[in-house]
Nanobody, 125 residues
Framework: VQLQASGGGSVQAGGSLRLSCAAS????????LGWFRQAPGKEREFVAA????????VYSDSVKGRFAISLDKAKSTVYLQMNSLELEDTAVYYC???????????????????WGQGTQVTVSS
């Protein structure tokens, strides 16, 4: 499984960005796909996740209502639409995938087997 994240950049507070994660290497039926982020000096934290089958989504409280995760199955691509960006959203964002994730495991980094390279998101005032 290969995951290729893209779409990061620099934006002013209040702005928007859309991250993409292109997945390849197999079919992803039954997989969970997630976004995590890591700011300098901080631990990696959960952002959002979606199940390939059924489309169940889950968000961290810090991004709920501002970010939206979606899935284009035809392109095997997961998107993270980030709106109303805040300074605290500055981080390297990673996409991840794993088969057979149950709902409670979607928000746990240790549940994921595959990780993409990060893409930097910088929010300035």
């Amino acid at each position: 499984v290969q995951l290729q994240a893209s779409g990061g950049g620099s934006v002013q507070a209040g702005g928007s960005l859309r991250l993409s994660c292109a997945a390849s290497g197999r079919t992803f039926s039954g997989y969970g796909l997630g976004w995590f982020r890591q700011a300098p000096g901080k631990e990696r934290e959960f952002v959002a996740a979606i199940r390939w089958s059924g489309g169940t989504t889950v968000y961290s409280d810090s991004v709920k209502g501002r970010f939206a995760i979606s899935l284009d199955k035809a392109k095997s691509t997961v998107y993270l639409q980030m709106n109303s960006l805040e300074l605290e959203d500055t981080a390297v964002y990673y996409c991840a995938a794993s088969p057979g994730l149950i709902y409670s495991g979607l928000g746990v980094a240790a549940s994921y087997n595959y990780w993409g390279q990060g893409t930097q998101v910088t929010v300035s005032s």
